[in-house]
């Protein structure tokens, strides 16, 4: 595939994949050992080409596809989406040794999920899925995850893309943003009660008004909130910043689930980076 370019990845990316391929692999292990489980699948929303180029040392890495690939026990189903044909050509050619358990799409992935996917991965059915939401920038629709946490059976790692919002959305004189950008951030965010979060007005001595912008934790931890209390996630985690060179937020990952004993694990894996000060 001469016309595939392989994504350059920064080392946040790199943590990331490592974070996500450490929970599947204990989920797969767990999960396996539950006999009354009937089958338990990976589904990875934007998968990309399955693999990548690191920005620091320019060599390949397995991308989340592949990692999903080869956890042990294997899951019972995999479910790679994307939405560009080389990518899925991509992903094709890396999972054609499985034939059978592999599921590649097309498209986009808010409307294969909620018709295609979900469906399979029923609570009353014994069926348990882990699920990947890892978006490029405000690209996922806040019915995709409102469903997964309804149907209790789903569990998610997600991409809570601040920087996408910051350069498009959350700018101080909001009256500037484009109406697109606020669709996107409403469609991402599932309404606009986001700009109650997102902004603060005070009154000064002289009685004027000011609208000021709260910072990105504000943010996240909104956006949490809303992940237990609107999407019905029992089990929300305090997201990993994801944090570039520089020490800017890129995104926030955060893991939604129903389980407490899901929940433990991936805070030990959050807090093994935290303590390398990443």
């Given at each position: 595939?001469?016309?595939?370019?392989?994504?350059?990845?920064?080392?946040?990316?790199?943590?990331?994949?490592?974070?996500?391929?450490?929970?599947?692999?204990?989920?797969?292990?767990?999960?396996?050992?539950?006999?009354?489980?009937?089958?338990h699948v990976y589904i990875d929303a934007f998968a990309g080409a399955g693999q990548h180029i690191?920005?620091?040392?320019?060599e390949f890495i397995p991308g989340s596809p592949l990692n999903a690939l080869n956890v042990n026990?294997?899951?019972?189903?995999?479910?790679?989406?994307?939405?560009?044909?080389?990518?899925?050509?991509?992903?094709?050619?890396?999972?054609?040794?499985?034939?059978?358990?592999?599921?590649?799409?097309?498209?986009?992935?808010?409307?294969?999920?909620?018709?295609?996917?979900?469906?399979?991965?029923?609570?009353?059915?014994?069926?348990?899925?882990?699920?990947?939401?890892?978006?490029?920038?405000?690209?996922?629709?806040?019915?995709?995850?409102?469903?997964?946490?309804?149907?209790?059976?789903?569990?998610?790692?997600?991409?809570?893309?601040?920087?996408?919002?910051?350069?498009?959305?959350?700018?101080?004189?909001?009256?500037?943003?484009?109406?697109?950008?606020?669709?996107?951030?409403?469609?991402?965010?599932?309404?606009?009660?986001?700009?109650?979060?997102?902004?603060?007005?005070?009154?000064?001595?002289?009685?004027?008004?000011?609208?000021?912008?709260?910072?990105?934790?504000?943010?996240?931890?909104?956006?949490?909130?809303?992940?237990?209390?609107?999407?019905?996630?029992?089990?929300?985690?305090?997201?990993?910043?994801?944090?570039?060179?520089?020490?800017?937020?890129?995104?926030?990952?955060?893991?939604?689930?129903?389980k407490p004993v899901a929940a433990d694990i991936v805070k030990d894996i959050f807090d093994t980076?935290?303590?390398?000060?990443?």
């Amino acid at each position: 595939m001469a016309d595939l370019k392989l994504d350059e990845i920064g080392y946040w990316s790199e943590i990331k994949l490592d974070i996500v391929k450490k929970y599947a692999q204990a989920y797969s292990v767990i999960i396996s050992n539950q006999q009354y489980i009937k089958k338990h699948v990976y589904i990875d929303a934007f998968a990309g080409a399955g693999q990548h180029i690191s920005k620091t040392t320019k060599e390949f890495i397995p991308g989340s596809p592949l990692n999903a690939l080869n956890v042990n026990p294997p899951f019972n189903e995999y479910h790679f989406i994307d939405i560009k044909q080389t990518r899925v050509e991509a992903l094709k050619e890396i999972s054609k040794d499985n034939p059978s358990t592999v599921f590649v799409y097309e498209g986009d992935c808010n409307k294969i999920l909620i018709e295609h996917i979900f469906p399979r991965v029923r609570y009353d059915e014994y069926r348990r899925g882990l699920c990947l939401l890892d978006p490029y920038g405000l690209h996922l629709d806040w019915d995709v995850i409102r469903k997964a946490g309804e149907m209790k059976s789903i569990e998610i790692f997600l991409n809570f893309p601040v920087m996408d919002m910051n350069m498009n959305v959350l700018w101080t004189r909001q009256a500037n943003v484009d109406k697109k950008q606020l669709e996107r951030m409403n469609k991402f965010w599932g309404d606009d009660s986001w700009q109650n979060v997102a902004y603060e007005t005070t009154r000064d001595l002289f009685g004027d008004t000011h609208v000021s912008k709260t910072d990105n934790k504000t943010v996240a931890d909104a956006f949490r909130k809303r992940l237990k209390d609107v999407a019905g996630f029992a089990q929300v985690p305090e997201p990993m910043p994801m944090r570039n060179t520089r020490g800017g937020t890129v995104y926030y990952l955060f893991f939604a689930s129903q389980k407490p004993v899901a929940a433990d694990i991936v805070k030990d894996i959050f807090d093994t980076y935290r303590r390398k000060g990443l």
